[in-house]
């Protein structure tokens, strides 16, 4: 029997493919934004309009319905679950939550990569206020405060939660440019700038993968009430990335480091090299495969196939390539 799932936000990435995939196998899709960003989803998709930030809204818009599965793309804080979750009780059978790595960087005391057991603990204080580091502690923090209220409703009223709990997102539709960076300063042949800290290993994740991952769990009814980390079994360093990437280009990266503050001042991060900030996560996939069998693309396959999209569509230039001729006036005045 075909379920009724309902997609809060992500009309853009992931979210797109995942309803693409799910009206190619007869589900029920029902999206849930702000009607903003235009989309050329079939006319089968029913539309609820309806800013989720917005109390009055999001109750006026999911009044007196119910689904088989709710798909939460968007959910950033503990607010934001406490309202779901007086919306949602009893009216669903499986809410997945998407959540973040970033959950793990606001721990003490553990090691890359995280497991879902390193969850729990001691957590670090609060940078600076008004600093990049708080904003992305405070985004960590508040993500682990909506999980917090899921695991509690599970535990008090058996609430069906699932949490995905991702690091960096790869894909051609990806709304930031972070690989469509690389990709173009890859394809114009000049001087890559990287900061010389800090050096994390990537450990990314495929959009379609994720994808396949909810599909799976919607087909199946596996992973209530649990947490799972969704991430490529690879983990490389950053050269090693630009290595298969200009591979499959057929372009050898010219590479450049400098120190961070040097970038920083001239105002190139972290456009010149998105890969390469702080609060970066590397996770354990092992939990996903063992119970729930998922299997992820090769990073060498998931690559080839995001730059075969950048040649096969139309892709504006962004805004975070704007200064390129100022990285390359730089790189030129540091070449011996």
């Not at 689904?67 to 669903?92: R, S």
């Not at 709304?175 to 001087?191: A, I, V």
């Not at 090769?298 to 139309?314: N, R």
Request: aromatic residues 12%; glycine residues 6%; negative net charge.
């Amino acid at each position: 029997m075909s379920k009724n799932i309902l997609l809060i936000g992500g009309t853009r990435n992931m979210g797109y493919y995942l309803a693409r995939k799910l009206i190619e196998s007869n589900f029920s899709v029902t999206i849930l934004n702000r009607g903003v960003t235009q989309d050329d989803l079939p006319n089968t998709v029913h539309r609820l309009h309806a800013d989720r930030t917005d109390t009055n809204q999001l109750r006026r818009a999911l009044l007196a319905k119910s689904f088989d599965v709710v798909v939460d793309f968007v959910m950033f804080n503990g607010t934001e679950a406490d309202e779901i979750l007086n919306i949602f009780q009893g009216n669903v059978g499986q809410y997945i939550f998407i959540s973040t790595g970033q959950v793990y960087l606001v721990r003490e005391g553990i090691e890359r990569p995280f497991r879902e057991d390193d969850y729990d603990g001691r957590l670090m204080p609060a940078p600076k206020e008004n600093t990049f580091a708080y904003e992305e502690w405070d985004y960590g923090m508040q993500k682990r405060e909506a999980e917090d209220k899921l695991r509690n409703a599970w535990e008090q009223s058996q609430f069906p939660y699932t949490i995905l709990r991702l690091p960096m997102v790869n894909s051609g539709r990806d709304q930031f440019n972070r690989f469509y960076n690389y990709y173009l300063r890859l394809q114009d042949g000049g001087q890559i700038l990287i900061p010389e800290t800090p050096n994390y290993r990537l450990n990314h994740v495929y959009a379609l993968d994720v994808v396949n991952t909810i599909y799976h769990l919607i087909s199946t009814g596996q992973g209530i009430g649990r947490a799972f980390n969704i991430a490529q079994d690879e983990s490389v360093t950053l050269d090693e990335f630009l290595s298969i990437t200009g591979d499959i280009m057929h372009v050898k990266p010219q590479i450049m480091r400098l120190k961070r503050s040097e970038l920083e001042a001239n105002g190139f991060l972290p456009d010149c090299s998105p890969f390469s900030e702080r609060w970066m996560s590397e996770l354990d996939n092992t939990r996903s495969k063992e119970e729930l069998g998922i299997v992820y693309t090769p990073l060498s396959d998931y690559l080839a196939e995001i730059v075969e999209f950048y040649k096969t569509h139309h892709v504006p230039e962004p805004l975070t390539y704007r200064r390129r001729r100022a990285e390359l006036k730089l790189a030129k005045q540091l070449i011996p």
